[in-house]
Each structure stands twice: as structure tokens, then as C-alpha cells.
């Protein structure tokens, strides 16, 4: 059974219910466990959770340093293409938000490596829009050939695909795929995406499966917290998790904490998520799940992220532009969204050192597989 046939059996309002009925002593309990369900995973996303916010931090902290040391992963993305043709009513390249579209040509994926290159960057993940005709499989196939002589690991954040596709991307020299389910709420996704193929709920929540036949080296799952109440969506996401980690086991897994930001498109948020909430959901992960990589974009403020590199995140990107060409040729309103740190590479660096932590840009090597 595929996770889309899972989740049908998950009722969202009883979930809603059962977390927010959670006590002190459900929180005690899961804290004081060495191994966890989802049930703990619940109590400690709870707001009966929040009293214990600074016990969940040190727990966290532990934990991962336990698990990978003192180092941080550095990754930057490059924004290939801001094509869309879908409609979603929190995103700057909407098809009907009114901005120059661009797609980059090989000389201008070339030019934006070379930047990139310079600023040390080894990991680089690549986004697009999702507009099938002009950046799909045979744009991602030409991209990655391009772009893998100058970077030992390459991600891409693009429309889902079909699972022969995904072999070819893997094939081509393609080592993770993130694919946000954005809300795990069946009901309302139709709302936040009323046109295009995103609308089609199905066929993302099952991309993961077909990612996993295929034989993806890493995935990320997340959620875009805002759209909907944060708790419920998320843990939707960790049985998601959960459910990948127990059927393709030999895949690595990550997750991603995006908070609505400020876009062209002007949407007004359901759910807004506090920065104590992000640290509480971000320490709750790493306590039920010692693996999975926590990663954090520039979406959030300086002092929010110089706070979170000991809690438990493990990677992390710094200096971005999320416009088309925007590292060789900055430009302008070509953004998805606004980013709040805009710290040169150096500056984040020596944040990250003073901590006592490892900034690492190169962490392994196709040579050694
Ligand atoms: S979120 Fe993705 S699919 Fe939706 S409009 Fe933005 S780029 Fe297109």
C-alpha cells in the first residue's frame, strides 16, 4: 500500500483533536522514552509542549551533536527557471502573478556555477517553476550534465515526475529530490491550488513512492506552514516520514521548515507560526528522529537562524537568490519570495564558527560510492 492509500485513512479534524488534547504528563512521557512513536511525536508538537521548550532544546542539541558532530552542511540554490504553470495562492511565480519570465540558457547555468563555485558552494540545489513544456525532463537531464563536473552533489526542487523519469534524472548524476507536500490537508489544497497539475492532491503525495522505486540517494518531504494549522500538517508530514523511512530504507530522508514569506503574490496567512513554535517543531523532530537531516533556508531571520544551528538543524543555506540568472545578474522582483538573510557566505560562515560548529561545504564524493 502507497502512502496515498495511508493517508486516506487519517481524519484530520480527530488527529487536530487528539494533539491539542495532549497533557504535561503525555509530554513527560515521550521526553523521558529513549525511543519514540508517533503518539510522543504528537505530545511533543502539543501546546502542552511549550512549558518544556528549553528541556526539548537541550535534548535536541544533545541528540544531534551526538549524531553529526559538530558540523553544519552548507548547500545554495540556483534557480534555473521561473516558468510556471500552475496557480498557487502563496507563491511569487503563480502563473497569474504579472512578472518577466525567465529560463536560463547552458551559458547562463554556466554563469550562475561559476559564481556559485566561487562562493565555495559544493552542494547546490536546483529549483524551477513547474512549466512541463519548457523546463522539464529533458531541461533537468541537460542541466545536470552541465552543472556536474563543477559540484559533487545536486538536489533539485522541481515538478513531481514519473518514476522512469527519476531513474534517468539518477542515472544523469541526480542525488536528491525535495518535493513539499505544502498542506497533508486534502480538503483545503484544492483552494491553495486551484489550477495547473499541482492541483491533482494524488499524484504529489505519491511522487515520494516513486522516488523511492527509483532508487533516489535522498528525499525531503515538508510542509509550508501557514496554509493551515501547523500541528495537524506536520504530522501528517512525520507519518509520511515515518511510513518512507520504514518502506525504502535504504533512501536518506530530510525535511525542510518554510514559514509563508511575504511574495508577489500578497497572501494573507491562516496560520501563523511563531519563531518559539519553529524552534519547538524543529526540536520535536530531532527527538523522535535521530537520521533525518533538518535543513534551513535564508526565509528566516538573521537571529532566528544564528539561534537554531546548535538545536538540531543540520543543514543550511546561506547568500541566496531565489530570481532566475540572480547570482551572475541580479535583478529585481523576479523573486518566489522575499529572503530575510541576505549575510554574504563569509559572514554566515563565521557565525557558524564562532559557535563551535563546522561550516562544511564538500561532504562526500561520487568517486567513493
Ligand atoms: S509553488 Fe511551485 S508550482 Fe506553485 S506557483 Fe510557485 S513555482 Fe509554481
Redesign the pocket.
Known amino acids: 500500500m502507497s502512502f496515498k492509500e495511508n493517508v486516506s485513512f487519517l481524519n484530520w479534524d480527530s488527529i487536530k483533536e487528539s494533539i491539542y488534547s495532549k497533557t504535561s504528563a503525555d509530554v513527560r512521557r515521550a521526553l523521558s522514552k529513549s525511543k519514540r512513536d508517533l503518539e510522543d511525536f504528537k505530545a511533543m508538537i502539543s501546546p502542552a509542549a511549550e512549558p518544556f521548550l528549553e528541556e526539548m532544546a537541550q535534548l535536541s542539541h544533545q541528540i544531534t551533536q551526538k549524531r553529526f558532530g559538530k558540523t553544519i552542511q552548507m548547500y545554495i540554490p540556483l534557480y534555473l527557471s521561473?516558468e510556471?504553470?500552475?496557480?498557487?495562492t502563496?507563491?511569487?511565480?503563480?502563473?497569474d502573478v504579472k512578472i518577466p519570465r525567465i529560463t536560463l540558457s547552458d551559458e547562463q547555468i554556466l554563469a550562475e556555477a561559476e559564481v556559485i563555485k566561487k562562493m565555495g558552494y559544493d552542494h547546490v540545489l536546483l529549483v524551477?517553476?513547474?512549466a512541463n513544456r519548457t523546463v522539464g525532463v529533458e531541461y533537468f537531464k541537460n542541466a545536470i550534465k552541465l552543472l556536474k563536473p563543477h559540484f559533487s552533489h545536486i538536489a533539485i526542487e522541481v515538478?513531481p515526475l514519473e518514476e522512469d523519469e527519476y531513474k534517468e534524472l539518477i542515472e544523469e548524476g541526480l542525488n536528491t529530490v525535495l518535493v513539499y507536500q505544502?498542506t497533508y490537508n486534502k480538503e483545503h489544497y484544492k483552494i491553495h491550488?486551484p489550477k495547473?497539475r499541482?492541483s491533482n492532491y494524488d499524484y504529489r503525495i505519491d511522487t515520494h513512492d516513486r522516488l523511492g522505486r527509483a532508487g533516489i540517494h535522498k528525499m525531503g518531504v515538508g510542509v509550508l506552514f501557514g496554509l493551515e494549522d501547523w500541528r495537524t500538517d506536520t504530522y501528517f508530514c512525520a507519518e509520511h516520514l515515518t511510513y518512507l523511512e520504514k518502506t525504502y530504507w535504504q533512501t536518506k530522508y530530510s525535511l525542510s521548515f518554510p514559514r509563508l514569506r511575504p511574495c508577489a503574490s500578497g497572501i494573507e496567512l491562516k496560520s501563523i507560526m511563531s519563531d518559539k513554535e519553529l524552534v519547538q517543531l524543529i526540536c520535536a523532530y530531532r527527538i523522535y528522529n535521530e537520521e533525518v537531516e533538518l535543513s534551513m533556508s535564508t526565509r528566516e531571520s538573521e537571529s532566528f537562524r544564528n539561534n537554531i544551528i546548535k538545536l538540531g538543524i543540520t543543514s543550511i543555506s546561506a547568500d541566496s537568490k531565489t530570481d532566475p540568472g540572480g547570482y551572475a545578474n541580479p535583478k529585481e522582483n523576479l523573486e518566489?519570495f522575499e529572503i530575510d538573510d541576505a549575510r554574504s557566505t563569509e559572514e554566515f560562515v563565521e557565525v557558524i564558527k564562532k559557535q563551535g560548529y563546522e561550516p562544511v561545504f564538500k561532504d562526500w564524493d561520487h568517486a567513493l560510492q
Open positions: 521561473n510556471c504553470q500552475n496557480i498557487c502563496y507563491c511569487g511565480f503563480s502563473l524551477t517553476g513547474e515538478q505544502e491550488h495547473g499541482k518566489q
